[in-house]
Every structure is written in structure tokens, then in C-alpha cells.
């Protein structure tokens, strides 16, 4: 049985997150030094999304 406090409480988690992993990478954005930081922290969350994506993609090939 699913428990809506429970969804309740990971969306109220998974927003504020959200919004903090938003919040320093503007502030970061900002400054010289930071631009690279936001650079790297775009490219290594885009790396493991796409990873991720392409081993469910083989695994399911592999099962048919």
C-alpha cells in the first residue's frame, strides 16, 4: 500500500534538493573560478544520466 506522508516527505526532499543543487550553481555561475566548477558539475551529471540510460538500453536488449 503506498503511503502518501511517504511521497509527501520525497517530494519535500527531492525539491529542496533541487533547488539547492539550483541555487549553487548560480552562485558559482557567478564568479570566475566558478564557471569551470559548473562546467564539470553539468557534464558529470549529464555523463551519468546518459550512462545509466544506455546500460538500461543494452540490459533490455540482451533479455529479448
Not at 517530494?11 to 566558478?34: D, E, Q, R, V, W
Not at 557534464?43 to 544506455?54: D, E, G, Q
Amino acid at each position: 500500500e503506498i503511503n502518501p506522508l511517504k511521497l509527501k516527505n520525497n517530494l519535500f526532499n527531492n525539491m529542496s534538493i533541487n533547488i539547492l543543487y539550483g541555487f549553487i550553481i548560480c552562485i558559482l555561475g557567478i564568479s570566475i573560478i566558478g564557471v569551470p566548477i559548473v562546467i564539470y558539475i553539468i557534464f558529470y551529471k549529464s555523463f551519468l544520466i546518459s550512462f545509466t540510460i544506455s546500460s538500461f538500453i543494452l540490459k533490455n536488449k540482451k533479455m529479448n
